[in-house]
């Protein structure tokens, strides 16, 4: 972690680099990154503690960005390079308009029927044909479960499931 802070610090301070170098560090701190990521692997497989979710937080702090759809970070002056500069750009309008989207989605009004309060002749639609099911079921079940016990429901149950498999 020391050497890819360093190199980090290198991209960030040193202005003098032409565009080939800084690609050349920037490739570097993205191979050191995949080699911590895979030390970090072979620690969980050995029963060590998980870093792996910490490792945007800890681009974060070096003032990486991850590219979208990607495994490359870029640091430093790297963000000023045109192929990176594109693919910053594209994920700038992506986020814009996700947050269009959240503004409209904020935006949305619902209507009565949503909180029930809905007009008393509708009510009293509903309520009838409420009634009228409430009926239809009561008139399919059987009336009296008084002289139900559980040997005659286990019995029951039994003559049914032969019925079933020998049919």
């Known amino acids: 972690m020391g050497e890819i802070s360093s190199e980090v ?10 565009e080939n170098e800084i690609r050349a560090k920037n490739l570097e701190i993205n191979e050191l990154l995949k080699e911590k990521y895979k030390w ?15 490792c945007g937080q800890y681009i974060d702090s070096l003032g990486g960005i991850s590219i979208p759809n990607s495994t490359i970070k870029v640091f430093g002056i790297a963000k000023t390079l045109p ?7 594209t994920q700038d309008q992506q986020l814009q308009v996700k947050e269009i989207d959240t ?3 904020k935006c949305v009004v619902l209507s ?3 909180y029930g ?15 009228e099911k409430e009926l239809e079921i ?8 008084e002289g139900l016990t559980s040997d005659i429901l286990i019995k029951l149950i039994e003559s049914k499931k032969k019925l079933l498999s020998s049919a």
């Open 117 to 131: 309060e809905l007009d008393k002749n509708i009510e009293g639609l509903i309520s009838s044909k409420e009634k």
């Open 9 to 18: 610090n290198k991209l960030r301070n040193n202005l003098s680099l032409c």
């Open 103 to 105: 503004i409209n989605l």
């Open 138 to 145: 009561k008139k399919k079940k059987p009336q009296n479960y």
């Open 112 to 114: 009565e029927e949503y």
């Open 40 to 54: 970090e692997c072979r620690i969980v497989e050995l029963g060590g503690p998980n870093y792996k979710n910490k």
């Open 83 to 89: 192929e990176y500069k594109e693919m910053l750009n």
